[in-house]
């Protein structure tokens, strides 16, 4: 049974086209490193051919978890989602009630986040602990070294 996980409309866009090139591109030549190293002579001595099977199956390995989580893929209807509330792919203005600093974040799912682009995963602590949230509410989430408290300033889609 696999995980049921939810993604933007590009999120899983980026997926397919993952496993297209894998299937499409990486498996031929995968297919065709063997070959070559096949047609050097006597298998039990030949690293080369070891290696280049060792990388197939690695490759194939990554194509299954990736049909996987296409399999448990969910696309998420954004016109459905509540607008006062943080949800997934919220876009959140909050304030570090400590230092003062204000972080606008997008949170998305697990397999989207990209902390460089500003986008954080619902799983993570911060975006569990936002979740469910009002603007005016204030979020207490604990982190590795303690607990944080963020003002919510501003949602939006």
Do not use: C, H
């Not at 894998?22 to 006597?42: C, F, H, M, Q």
């Not at 299954?64 to 989580?69: D, I, P, V, Y």
């Not at 459905?80 to 919220?90: E, G, N």
């Amino acid at each position: 049974m696999s995980k049921v996980s939810y993604y933007t409309v590009e999120g899983l866009k980026k997926l397919r086209e993952e496993l297209r090139i894998l299937k499409d591109i990486e498996r031929p030549k995968a297919s065709r490193a063997i070959g070559e190293a096949r047609d050097k002579g006597d298998l039990s001595e030949n690293a080369e051919y070891d290696a280049a099977k060792e990388a197939q199956g690695m490759l194939e390995m990554k194509i299954s978890k990736l049909e996987g989580t296409l399999a448990g893929a969910r696309l998420i209807d954004e016109s459905q989602l509540d607008q006062s509330k943080i949800l997934v792919l919220s876009i959140v203005k909050i304030k570090n009630q400590t230092n003062g600093m204000e972080m606008t974040y997008t949170l998305v799912a697990d397999g989207e986040a990209d902390l460089a682009s500003g986008k954080i995963s619902v799983n993570s602590p911060i975006g569990k602990g936002l979740l469910g949230k009002s603007v005016g509410d204030v979020a207490e989430i604990q982190v590795p070294n303690g607990v944080l408290k963020f003002d919510i300033l501003e949602i939006s889609r």
